[in-house]
């Protein structure tokens, strides 16, 4: 097996699986916004396009993308460390493959806690892949650094989070961080925009103790908290000093189902 590439696990499941179909498709669902935030941080859902690219879509196209991005997902195989990243060379899209930050890869490695190179949680994970069409359809020389995340205490977390926010405060580019989450799943529309409602508000103070208790208190199934609780401490620490609600949808606003939806919110964080 050739660790150095990363091939596709949902091409042609999550996303059309050719180029010509899936620039057709973002095409579509990206929308250009005239008042656009440079990315420092933002939390993006990671569900198939038909039900969550609307809202992706909508939160791409508000921001201006760096060409570095660390892209934080969660870990829902349950294979692999539990801060994994990425040791690939290159990851392979339907748009042409692009390269990894090995430089900003190797750093992380070296001074956060229990990280570690480990291709087996990245293997079949779609929750950072998904992202990474969108983000080269706005970005064509992007450079990112994947990064599966299990379940951390709030405490290592933070820890993470600072650390990312020392990586980058010492980069001499702009390092932007995508943390991918879909919010609760398989409850009725109306429970789940309740829900989801209380973790949003919470995200949107920045505190990201705010969020993590939340979500946690509340029982709320936001399977992208650990992330999203990494990128508000980092974001924090950059000097980051209000966030706001891009889009939200539920998988019922597509399907008419309202009886069991998922969730999927855009939040854009800013300076």
């Not at 570690?116 to 650094?145: C, G, K, M, N």
Request: aromatic share 6%.
């Amino acid at each position: 097996m050739d660790i150095s590439l990363r091939e596709p696990a949902v091409a042609g499941a999550f996303y059309p699986a050719t180029a010509t179909a899936l620039e057709s498709q973002l095409r579509d669902l990206i929308a250009i916004d005239d008042h656009r935030h440079p990315l420092l941080a933002c939390i993006a859902p990671h569900a198939g396009y038909v039900y969550s690219g609307g809202v992706a879509g909508s939160l791409y196209g508000h921001l201006e993308i760096p060409t570095r991005v660390i892209v934080l997902g969660p870990n829902h195989t349950g294979a692999g460390a539990a801060v994994a990243i990425a040791p690939h060379e290159r990851w392979r899209t339907p748009l042409g493959d692009f390269p990894i930050d090995t430089v900003l890869a190797r750093k992380l490695a070296d001074r956060a806690y229990a990280a570690t190179f480990d291709p087996r949680a990245h293997w079949r994970e779609h929750s950072i892949e998904v992202q990474l069409p969108f983000l080269l359809a706005r970005r064509p020389d992007l450079e990112a650094l994947p990064v599966c995340l299990a379940h951390l205490r709030l405490a290592d977390c933070i820890d993470l989070g600072r650390t990312l926010a020392r990586l980058i405060g010492e980069s001499n580019e702009p390092v932007g961080i995508v943390a991918s989450s879909d919010m609760s799943h398989y409850l009725s529309d109306a429970d789940a925009r309740r829900l989801d409602r209380l973790a949003i508000d919470a995200a949107l103070t920045l505190d990201p103790v705010a969020l993590y208790e939340t979500v946690h208190r509340e029982g709320i199934t936001m399977c992208g908290v650990v992330p999203a609780t990494v990128a508000l401490a980092a974001a924090r620490d950059l000097g980051a000093t209000a966030a706001h609600l891009v889009a939200y949808a539920t998988s019922g606003d597509v399907s008419g189902d309202t009886k069991a939806v998922v969730g999927y919110a855009g939040i854009c964080i800013h300076r």
